[in-house]
């Protein structure tokens, strides 16, 4: 069977080719990792809660209770509305780099902003001495300012243009799943103990993202890219698992020296079905994915 020597847009260093879909683009700059940017004035709302702990400790000192119970309250609250806060920025961070992509499915900075009401209300209801009505006011005020500053959650999902929404749909749900999976993997390459072979594991994770991003440049793609995606991906998760297992025991040479020559064989396999795809080539997609199922098997580096 003819192979076709791939050279487009997502060649390193290869000049655009006939035989590349028009008009793909290139590589999202920030390299398809997750998303973590979290804004200073996020972080600094870790900061601000710690006052009530200093007010909690002279509420002890005095006896009081019920200021003791409203502060720590109080900063438990806040604190937990800051982390919500900070997760539900990942998620709308991610949720932009993509361009089909479900909302979360917790709106992290809705219940952030309603946290920090709640928890407001009851340090001026309970610490400060406030009226009820006065405690809820401020608590209002707290939860607009919140969501002034720093918004709410995507509520829509967003897909792309003349693509209907049960087929951006279904994308969104099969790249949930494999960017879980991908982080099953970091997670397991993690626990090598091997900052070398942790690094080859991340690179092949950045490969498989970019093809999460040629099936979301055309949906048409997933039937194909879900097989690619589960035996692949499948495989480098088990087989990292079990590596991990057997290397923090032994330090096995042999597994070692099997486990970078599966390596190598995916980074040069991911490589070619990135292009399979943008080529349409399907034939030679089921011959590589049927190697690479019978080369697991024989390697027995799945669990």
Same mark, same amino acid.
């Given at each position: 069977?003819?192979?076709?020597?791939?050279?487009?847009?997502?060649?390193?260093?290869?000049?655009?080719?006939?035989?590349?879909?028009?008009?793909?683009?290139?590589?999202?700059?920030?390299?398809?990792?997750?998303?973590?940017?979290?804004?200073?004035?996020?972080?600094?709302?870790?900061?601000?809660?710690?006052?009530?702990?200093?007010?909690?400790?002279?509420?002890?000192?005095?006896?009081?209770?019920?200021?003791?119970?409203?502060?720590?309250?109080?900063?438990?609250?806040?604190?937990?509305? =800051?982390?919500?806060? +900070? %997760?539900?920025?990942?998620? *709308?961070? @991610?949720?932009? /780099?993509?361009? #089909?992509?479900? !909302?979360?499915?917790?709106?992290?900075?809705?219940?952030?902003?309603?946290?920090?009401?709640?928890?407001?209300?009851?340090?001026?209801?309970?610490?400060?001495?406030?009226?009820?009505?006065?405690?809820?006011?401020?608590?209002?005020?707290?939860?607009?300012?919140?969501?002034?500053a720093f918004g709410l959650d995507p509520m829509k999902?967003?897909?792309?243009?003349?693509?209907?929404?049960?087929?951006?749909?279904?994308?969104?749900? =099969?790249?949930?799943? +494999? %960017?879980?999976?991908?982080? *099953?993997? @970091?997670?397991? /390459?993690?626990? #090598?103990?091997? !900052?070398?072979?942790?690094?080859?594991?991340?690179?092949?994770?950045?490969?498989?993202?970019?093809?999460?991003?040629?099936?979301?440049?055309?949906?048409?793609?997933?039937?194909?890219?879900?097989?690619?995606?589960?035996?692949?991906?499948?495989?480098?998760?088990?087989?990292?698992?079990?590596?991990?297992?057997?290397?923090?025991?032994?330090?096995?040479?042999?597994?070692?020296?099997?486990?970078?020559?599966?390596?190598?064989?995916?980074?040069?396999?991911?490589?070619?079905?990135?292009?399979?795809?943008?080529?349409?080539?399907?034939?030679?997609?089921?011959?590589?994915?049927?190697?690479?199922?019978?080369?697991?098997?024989?390697?027995?580096?799945?669990?």
């Open positions: 069977m003819a192979q076709q020597r791939f050279g487009g847009k997502y060649s390193p260093g290869a000049q655009p080719s006939g035989g590349t879909r028009a008009g793909s683009p290139a590589p999202a700059p920030f390299r398809n990792r997750r998303a973590r940017k979290v804004s200073i004035r996020a972080r600094l709302l870790f900061v601000m809660p710690l006052p009530l702990l200093f007010a909690a400790v002279g509420s002890i000192r005095r006896g009081s209770a019920t200021e003791t119970i409203a502060e720590v309250g109080g900063f438990a609250g806040l604190a937990l509305a =800051a982390w919500l806060l +900070a %997760e539900g920025l990942k998620a *709308e961070a @991610a949720f932009e /780099a993509r361009k #089909i992509a479900r !909302p979360p499915s917790i709106p992290r900075k809705l219940f952030a902003a309603a946290l920090t009401g709640a928890s407001i209300t009851l340090v001026g209801a309970l610490s400060l001495g406030q009226g009820l009505l006065t405690a809820l006011a401020f608590g209002v005020i707290a939860a607009g300012a919140h969501v002034v999902g967003k897909g792309l243009e003349g693509v209907d929404e049960f087929a951006s749909d279904r994308v969104a749900r =099969a790249i949930d799943r +494999a %960017e879980a999976m991908v982080r *099953e993997i @970091a997670g397991a /390459a993690g626990r #090598i103990g091997d !900052p070398l072979l942790e690094a080859r594991v991340e690179r092949l994770c950045d490969q498989a993202r970019e093809v999460f991003r040629v099936v979301e440049d055309d949906p048409r793609d997933l039937p194909r890219a879900r097989t690619f995606l589960s035996v692949y991906l499948m495989g480098l998760r088990d087989s990292t698992s079990k590596f991990a297992e057997i290397y923090a025991r032994s330090r096995d040479t042999e597994s070692r020296r099997q486990y970078e020559a599966l390596l190598s064989d995916l980074e040069t396999s991911f490589a070619t079905h990135r292009a399979g795809l943008l080529k349409d080539d399907r034939s030679d997609l089921d011959v590589e994915i049927e190697v690479l199922r019978e080369r697991l098997r024989q390697d027995g580096l799945t669990t």
